[in-house]
């Protein structure tokens, strides 16, 4: 019993204000939903908008790279070729 009296001394308050606002909830989260709604859209699109751009700029980025990664292997196995070329040539000359 003494339990029950400390809850009902302290917790009073708290009980109207919960039975408040199960009483006015419904009147209140509709308009409340119907604010928050549109912005949370608003949110989402933002969002989208910018993981797009983000998605094509890393496209564009990873073209670039793997050109510049051909480019630098075509002159490396071209510069291979002519070393190789030039060390045969110099070696036939040495032998003449």
Do not use: C, N
Not at 63 to 78: G, I, M, N, P, T
């Amino acid at each position: 019993m003494a339990l029950l009296d400390d809850v009902l001394k302290v917790g009073a308050p708290a009980i109207l204000v919960g039975v408040g606002a199960v009483l006015v909830a419904p009147f209140v989260l509709p308009a409340v939903g119907s604010v928050a709604r549109p912005l949370a859209k608003g949110a989402v699109k933002g969002y989208l908008a910018l993981a797009d751009s983000a998605k094509e700029m890393f496209a564009e980025a990873g073209e670039q790279w793997s050109d510049l990664v051909a480019e630098a292997r075509a002159e490396h196995s071209e510069g291979a070729h002519s070393a190789t070329a030039h060390r045969a040539a110099a070696k036939g000359a040495a032998k003449a």
